[in-house]
């Protein structure tokens, strides 16, 4: 049974971090694709962060410098690490597998507030 289990969100203030983390089972974890997804209440999924087999990295520019993706295929694991949080970044953020087919984990709620 594949699962993608996410943890580490909570309620941070601004300039603040946070780690999330996702937990792979159920598929060969280093064969994919592996990404970030976030979703604010009435606005679409969006792009975070992605990180490929071989460790090569890509970020949405609205977190290019303050979010960092990695990867740790013996642990089956994906880390997002976020800094310098600000308010827009509240949202839901989704792990996903992208491969045939896709998988996706039930998200962590991230709220950053004063």
């Known amino acids: 049974q594949v699962q993608l289990v996410e943890s580490g969100g909570g309620l941070v203030q601004p300039g603040g971090s946070l780690r999330l983390s996702c937990a792979a089972s159920?598929?060969?974890?280093?064969?994919?694709?592996m990404g970030w997804y976030r979703q604010a209440p009435g606005l679409e999924r969006e792009f975070v962060a992605g990180?490929?087999?071989?460790?090569?990295?890509y970020y949405a520019p609205s977190v290019k410098g303050r979010f960092t993706i990695s990867r740790d295929n013996p642990k089956n694991t994906v880390l997002l690490q976020m800094n310098d949080l600000k308010s827009e970044d509240t949202a839901v953020y989704y792990c996903?597998?992208?491969?045939?087919?896709?998988?996706w984990g039930r998200g962590t709620q991230v709220t950053v507030s004063s």
């Open positions: 990180i490929w087999q071989d460790g090569t990295t």
């Open positions: 996903t597998a992208v491969g045939n087919p896709d998988y």
């Open positions: 159920g598929f060969t974890f280093s064969t994919y694709k």
